[in-house]
């Protein structure tokens, strides 16, 4: 049974069952879980905690590490730290 690679494109082939190609499927997989799963889990954990979601949780601590007087920011700052 031949196995076929898992990406074709005009300039190459990449056989997953090779050694590094397969590794570096292997953790871009890996990667690309994390950063799907993650997110969500932390916004279950802070919802299940308190009212806040993770972005007014995220906006709340900029505000807290403000160096303006009274921890204020612009919205416009804010935006621009935004997730």
């Known amino acids: 049974m031949s196995k076929q690679p898992l990406l074709t494109d005009d300039s190459r082939q990449i056989d997953l069952d090779k050694a590094p190609d397969r590794q570096r499927a292997v953790a871009w997989r890996a990667r690309v879980h994390a950063l799907t799963v993650a997110p969500c889990v932390l916004d279950a954990d802070i919802v299940e905690a308190s009212p806040l979601n ?13 160096e303006q007087p009274e921890h204020t920011l612009r919205m416009s700052e804010v935006a621009a730290q935004q997730l």
Do not use: K, N, R
């Open 54 to 66: 993770t972005a007014d949780y995220h906006v709340l601590g900029l505000l807290s590490e403000s």
